[in-house]
């Protein structure tokens, strides 16, 4: 996988080298685009089903690659290479233990397998296009690196395009609105407005990230636009956050996508007291991954780590997929829903 180059959009080649390895393990596949999902053998529609997700494309390498991204090496005990951290360690770690339970007979659970595409860029023919014909989902483990801990909460986005706007006039006279001014003003309310806090993220993250104005130096600007990054938690749903942004600022303000809301699963969950008892810790994740476009409970697991993904000469150590391997059956194994 790391030595076939998989761009967001582009992943056919490294679907190909998924389906293959699939294929020689004689499990029967579902392709949709560059997506592929399988169901266990014994597949029964009267029982919960598990959904086992993670991602086969890779953001583009870092200018300060010193490696080359595209070959696969194996140092002091580290796999080096393009998306072996993120995603591919956590995605052939659920690979192998879909593997391990796919022919079993009596599982109190089905399992699909699902290798997506498009995780990176949030994308439309990535997992959200397979939601409609994987049928009921009662729960998802979405392979994301986590160091095998338990993100039992993640943030949401959503990205705001607003807009002051005032009175154009001559800057050597009284005249005109300046919408600088008045954005300065709006951004400040922005800044002392408090949302409810969660119990797992405390408060909601909110940043103006760009700022835009103005035509020439002796022109009042009638306009002045500028974006805000939110950071959404479980208190609120994206909806409920734009809502309370339009009501208290004097801009206009439009969001540019509501669909990746916050996602998580109750610290009372059957997995997550699995997770516990085999020392598996829980947090909530700043990260987002795809479960944010999933409208079932959903539980953030993998090998590798996070502080490790987009960054020159990405790595993740032999063992960890090893270990991966070994909890997500044991995570598995056993593991009574309803």
Known sequence: MIETESFSRQEENVAKVVRDFLLSKNIELNLSGHNTWAKSRHFDGSKPTILLNSHIDTVKPASTYTLDPFKAQIIEGRLHG??????GGPLVS?????????????????????????????????IASLIPELGKVDLA?????????MAIAEKGLIVIDCEAKGVSGHAAREE??????????????????EFKESEVFGPIKKTVTLIESGTQHNVVPDSCKFVIDVRTTDAYSNQEVVDILQKELDVEV???????????????HPIVKRG????????????????????????????????????????????????GIELYIKLLDGLGIK
Do not use: C, W
Request: no cysteine; proline share 5%.
């Open 94 to 126: 659920l690979i192998m233990a879909f593997v391990h339970f796919y022919d079993q007979e009596n599982l109190p659970f089905n399992l699909i397998l699902a290798a997506t595409a498009e995780e990176e860029v949030s994308g439309a023919n990535g």
């Open 141 to 149: 483990i979405v392979g994301e690196p986590t160091l095998m801990d």
């Open 276 to 323: 516990e008892s085999l020392g598996m810790k829980k947090y909530g994740s700043p990260t987002l991954s795809d479960q944010a476009l999933m409208p079932y409970t959903s539980i953030k697991i993998g090998p590798g780590d996070s502080a490790r993904s987009h960054t020159a000469d990405e790595f993740i150590y032999v063992d960890e997929i090893e270990k």
């Open 254 to 268: 439009k969001p540019r996508s509501l669909r990746l809301n916050s996602s998580g699963i109750s610290p009372d």
């Open 82 to 87: 393009l998306g072996s951290n993120d995603a």
């Open 176 to 193: 005109g609105v300046n919408a600088i001014y008045k954005a300065l003003d709006e951004i400040e309310k922005l800044r002392k407005l």
